[in-house]
């Protein structure tokens, strides 16, 4: 019915020199001898993040934000409203994502699960304590989506919150949230 993602995409998602800057950066701040100006970000990435990756649409969205609606929209349902926050930050590989899916109807979190799991190409790691997740760092290599964190959206009649994580030199942000979409959406359908 409806997905909310907010992507946090690594600098290597930006190529070699957006990687390099992040070093660079990162150098300047503990050895500020020279100051490294801003080349392939608008914004210093180092210590930072900049809600803006690739250029602006007339709408105000980024055309990264826009790929991944008219991506998801093409895979899933034309009719699937979702909308798009990509973030670029100071991590040299691995992409994250924070969803918010809104299904037709209800899908318990524990089933949830369970379908993920039984998923090609997806890792559930959610544990509820402390390190009971997976961070970007802990994906790089790894040609599977880790997904934690999933949990019940109150707001909404039948949402579900979630967190995943992959090597995006492996696998794209707009892919993982497209396929985590259509796995859980199809089994929605199929109760219905």
Known sequence: ???????????????????DE?????KAVYNPVNEVEPKKFTKQIAFNVIPHIDV??????????????????????????????CVRVPVFVGHSEALNIEFEEFLDEDEARDILREAPGIMVIDKR?????????????????????????STVENGLNLWCVSDNLRKGAALNAVQIAEVLGQ??????
């Not at 409806?2 to 998602?13: C, L």
């Not at 402390?130 to 019940?152: H, K, L, M, N, Q």
């Open 56 to 85: 602006f649409m007339e709408d105000g969205s980024t055309k990264e934000e826009w790929k991944m609606v008219a991506e998801t929209k093409k895979i899933l349902d034309p009719a699937v409203k979702i909308t798009a926050t």
């Open 22 to 26: 992040l070093w660079d950066q990162t």
């Open 129 to 153: 304590e402390d390190g009971g997740y997976v961070t970007p760092i802990e994906c790089v290599g790894d040609y599977a989506t880790f997904i934690s964190r999933i949990r019940t959206d």
């Open 187 to 192: 089994k929605v359908l199929k109760k219905g």
């Open 1 to 19: 019915k409806r997905v909310v993602v907010s992507t946090y995409q690594s600098t290597s998602g930006a190529g070699k020199e957006g990687m």
